[in-house]
């Protein structure tokens, strides 16, 4: 693993020199490093979805004021509670409401689309929003089996059938397939003159030696999948090999946080996702529960402890807390830019969650 004198963040300050790429994040302010939103336009009990965008909507113009980087949305399916199904649709309604905010998908699920399809969504989001489009690509469904099996309609999946998706979109994208190829009188429109970066997403080794090989940047899915971070953050960097995209290797990671007045205040808040997440693995997606719901909610023993383990991983407390956590886990870990996100109910309590971690960790 890198120190963090050695990779030095990856990242320019807002004040510095212009990027050489669109991929490495800024730092804002007093910052130690570039800090993003991963948001899931959450639907909790006593809310409708539309409120729930018109949230995410809100929280986005005020991530962009108080000086997070980018803004990322991800594609779930068949989860009343989540309402961000479709990231490019929602993408186009963000980049609207913001000027300088990159937007993107964290992620957009690769074996769901035809790459053709997204090469299309995202060259319009590009076109429209040029310069601050990212796409973030999955290799899981996102989903239940059930709801795949509808989404992909049968479309059989192997160990080698994702690079060969990410391959052919990144031909569409590039619009340079090989002559010969099946494909390489066909043209995804529009195509501007430039075109969203690629990242891979992962919560293993797979996508890990997978971007580094092709030298793209990598997120790290910690947020659920924290045991797994410091391998596939060594993997990726092991594996990674120069492209025209990165000369070195760039790698964020998602972090589940939040931050309230007190760390008791913060715990109560973070009950609500984990017993969401509960339910999720319990077979039985909803809404996002009340704090009061989860605080009464009546857990055996082994779910106690799932929650537990759950809430083991999520950074909470009070502000300063917050951002002493994030600090110690970025350092850590290694990570150039923390992506951070707060399952909680309640529109007010999570915006506020965002906006105290923001000016703990520096930001503005």
């Given amino acids: 693993m890198t120190t963090e004198d050695e990779q030095g963040t990856g990242a320019a300050r807002a004040d510095g020199p212009a990027l050489p790429d669109p991929i490495r994040g800024v730092v804002r302010g007093t910052a130690p490093a570039p800090l993003s939103i991963l948001d899931l336009a959450t639907v909790g009990e006593g809310y409708t979805p539309g409120e729930a965008l018109a949230a995410t909507t809100e929280l986005a113009r005020s991530a962009e004021s108080w000086g997070y980087h980018r803004f990322w949305v991800a594609e779930h399916h068949g989860m009343p509670g989540v309402a961000s199904s479709t990231p490019a649709v929602l993408l186009s309604h963000l980049g609207a409401h913001t000027r300088t905010l990159r937007l993107g ?5 690769l074996p769901n689309h035809a790459p053709l399809t997204i090469a299309e969504q995202f060259g319009l989001l590009e076109a429209l929003h040029p310069g601050r489009i990212d796409l973030g690509l999955g ?7 059930a709801t795949a099996a509808a989404l992909r309609r ?5 160990a080698d059938e994702f690079p060969r998706r990410l391959s052919e979109l990144t031909h569409f994208l590039d ?3 090989p002559d010969g190829h099946p494909y390489a009188r066909l043209t995804a429109v529009p195509r501007s003159e430039s075109r969203p970066p690629i990242w891979l997403l992962g919560s293993s080794g797979f996508s890990a030696q997978l971007a580094g090989r092709l030298g793209l940047p990598f997120a790290f899915a910690h947020h659920f999948s924290a045991a797994n971070t410091v391998p596939a953050l060594d993997l990726y ?3 990674f ?3 025209a995209v990165l000369d070195e290797p760039y790698a964020l990671i998602g972090v589940g946080a939040v931050a309230a007045d007190t760390a008791a205040d913060a715990r109560r808040l973070a009950m609500s996702g984990a017993l969401a997440m509960l339910r999720l693995r319990r077979g039985t997606p909803g809404l996002i529960p009340t704090p009061e719901q989860a605080a009464a909610y009546p857990y055996s023993e082994v779910e106690a402890d799932f929650l537990d383990s759950w809430l083991g991983n999520v950074v909470l ?13 970025r350092k850590r870990t290694g990570a150039d830019e923390l992506m951070v996100t707060s399952h909680i109910h309640g529109h007010e309590a999570r915006i506020r969650s965002y906006g105290l971690i923001a000016e703990a960790y520096g930001l503005g």
């Fill in 241 to 243: 090999r120069p492209s």
């Fill in 237 to 239: 960097r092991a594996s």
């Fill in 154 to 158: 049968g479309i059989a999946e192997d």
């Fill in 105 to 109: 998908s964290g992620g957009v699920m």
């Fill in 139 to 145: 290799r899981a469904p996102g989903t239940d089996p």
């Fill in 175 to 177: 619009g340079d397939f």
């Fill in 317 to 329: 407390g009070a502000p300063g807390e917050v951002a002493d956590g994030l600090e110690a886990l």
